[in-house]
T-cell receptor, first 114, second 107 residues
């Protein structure tokens, strides 16, 4: 089946620094990828829809300058959390549209900003 | 607002019992998917049902879809402790998720 690799799985960074999270579709091309944020014991909140070769579409209330999304190829989308603050600490998950199985999710990245 | 809404929000059963959870959605769809999430992990795709299908099986999972009521149900038969997780539905219309159903299967 389709596989989406998300890296890193865990990251700890200092306040004010930037962190990049990668999402790769390993055995299929994904023109569309999604980025989510999840707080403990809560559901996934869609942050943005990433389209290859064009600007991402952000959900209402998500700061596009804070959460930079780049979908430069059909197999890679990146989310950069810029000038991270403790309130950005969360679980970030990506997913990619696979024509056969629907949507495949990465294993998530736990970001801790100290 | 999210497309898929799961019900109930929490469900606790004994091992061996069946678990049923429901999903309602708002717009016309081409397909609906069910996912499982273990605590602190990514989502695992369980099953996809297309709008022209009424029922689909995969192992111990049975999914139904009623497009006239804009609802779907996921049945897990002969549940196991390892089935303890949160379950979510999503449609191809958008990929927003509801609160999910938190299933606890007691050994």
């Amino acid at each position: 089946g389709a596989v989406v690799s998300q890296h890193p799985s865990r990251v700890i960074c200092k306040s004010g620094t930037s962190v990049k999270i990668e999402c790769r579709s390993l055995d299929f091309q994904a023109t569309t990828m999604f980025w989510y944020r999840q707080f403990p014991k809560q559901s996934l909140m869609l942050m943005a829809t990433s389209n290859e070769g064009s600007k991402a579409t952000y959900e209402q209330g998500v700061e596009k300058d804070k959460f930079l999304i780049n979908h430069a190829s059909l197999t890679l989308s990146t989310l950069t959390v810029t000038s991270a603050h403790p309130e950005d600490s969360s679980f970030y998950i990506c997913s990619a549209a696979d024509r056969v199985d629907g949507y495949t999710f990465g294993s998530g990245t736990r970001l801790t900003v100290v | 607002s999210q497309q898929g809404e799961e019900d109930p929000q929490a469900l606790s059963i004994q091992e061996g019992e069946n678990a049923t959870m429901n999903c309602s959605y708002k717009t016309s769809i081409n397909n609906l998917q069910w996912y499982r999430q273990n605590s602190g992990r990514g989502l695992v795709h369980l099953i996809l049902i297309r709008s022209n299908e009424r029922e689909k099986h995969s192992g111990r999972l049975r999914v139904t879809l009623d497009t006239s009521k804009k609802s779907s149900s996921l049945l897990i038969t002969a549940s196991r402790a390892a089935d303890t997780a949160s379950y979510f539905c999503a449609t191809d219309y958008d990929m927003r998720f509801g609160a999910g159903t938190r299933l606890t299967v007691k050994p």
